[in-house]
């Protein structure tokens, strides 16, 4: 578990910096040894509602909530995902 956490960590730290090819990569490198891991779901589900991907976010956050569905930050960010796309189709 020590490199999907190691992946994870750095994904995350990329997406805060805004380098988000560098996070999406890591994100998808944690995801592909740990696929049931909501947290690295909703990460990446973030990564591409930043580069505004929304239907590959959406469907992000519906894999961190199929896994946990109380996830309260997957709801959260499935809710802005929807609102943004919304916006944008304006």
């Not at 049931?36 to 469907?59: H, I, P, Q, S």
Request: charged fraction near 25%; charge should be negative.
């Amino acid at each position: 578990m020590g490199i999907v956490v190691d992946s994870y960590n750095s994904g995350t730290v990329q997406l805060s910096k805004g380098n988000l090819e560098e996070a999406e990569i890591l994100l998808m490198e944690t995801i592909s040894r740990h696929p049931a891991f909501e947290k690295a779901w909703n990460n990446l589900g973030v990564c591409l509602m930043r580069k505004r991907v929304y239907e590959k976010a959406d469907r992000c956050f519906h894999k961190a909530l199929s896994i946990d569905t109380s996830y309260e930050i997957a709801k959260l960010n499935l809710e802005e995902c929807k609102f943004l796309q919304t916006v944008e189709q304006l």
